[in-house]
């Protein structure tokens, strides 16, 4: 059973442009957690799909970010516009219940120049 | 959510015990006690989570204390590999299943 997949693992965009990072979650998983991790700085919660709905996205910014997760392909954090403060690195987890053990993906370590 | 606190950095010899410590007085009844751990540039890693019994895994074992403020996270034998960040998160219902990751402690094992 291959882990959490997200890709791309580095992306490197200007200020302005879109930045679009995929998870891919664990077979039979229909949960998926997104997080960011600014440098020096722990892990905070973004958003939380199940399959089609997005559940719970009180830590996502208000403008810019979306995320979606379909039922069928991998689950997409969207940020338009980027800006330097976006530089992080972006991970998910998926888990195959609400409560459950979250597996996380490598990250995608996204950098605005 | 509530609140964990853990030592900013530890240090262990390589094959010695560590016990890595958070107190969490604000934790309610139905709070399970995590732990997560981070290796340098990869993304969390379970460990071991619990209620309210001691709990044993093949990497390592949950202490909790009698009044659940307090849990230690133990390292039977520390290795090279160990050296990570590691997380005490509580989690409860109303959370929805996502976490909440402190600072952590930051484990330094020496060979």
């Known amino acids: 059973n291959a882990g959490v997949m997200q890709n791309p693992r580095h992306l490197v965009r200007r200020r302005g442009q879109e930045a679009r990072l995929r998870c891919s979650p664990m077979?039979?998983?229909?949960?998926v957690y997104w997080y960011r991790q600014l440098p020096e700085e722990g892990l905070k919660f973004m958003v939380y799909?199940?399959?089609?709905?997005?559940?719970?996205e009180s830590g996502m910014p208000k403008e810019r970010f979306s995320a979606e997760f379909p039922k069928e392909g991998p689950s997409i954090l969207r940020i338009q516009q980027v800006v330097r403060g976006d530089s992080a690195a972006y991970f998910c987890?998926?888990?195959?219940?609400?409560?459950?053990?979250?597996?996380f993906g490598p990250g995608t370590r996204l950098t605005v120049l | 959510d509530a609140k964990t606190t853990q030592p900013n950095s530890m240090e262990s010899n390589e094959e010695e015990p560590v016990h890595l410590p958070c107190n969490h007085s604000?934790?309610?009844?139905?709070?399970?006690i995590h732990w997560y751990r981070q290796l340098p540039s990869q993304g969390p890693e379970y460990v071991i989570h619990?209620?309210?019994s001691n709990v044993n895994n093949r990497m390592a074992s949950l202490a909790i204390a009698e009044d659940r403020k307090s849990s230690t996270l133990i390292l039977h034998r520390a290795t090279l590999r160990d050296a990570a960040v590691y997380y005490c998160?509580?989690?409860?219902?109303?959370?929805?299943?996502?976490?909440?990751f402190g600072r952590g402690t930051q484990l330094t094992v020496w060979p």
């Open positions: 604000t934790i309610s009844g139905t709070d399970y």
């Open positions: 998160i509580l989690s409860r219902g109303s959370t929805l299943g996502r976490l909440y």
């Open positions: 799909l199940q399959k089609e709905n997005i559940i719970d």
């Open positions: 987890a998926s888990s195959p219940f609400r409560d459950g053990e979250q597996f």
């Open positions: 077979k039979g998983h229909s949960h």
């Open positions: 619990g209620l309210t």
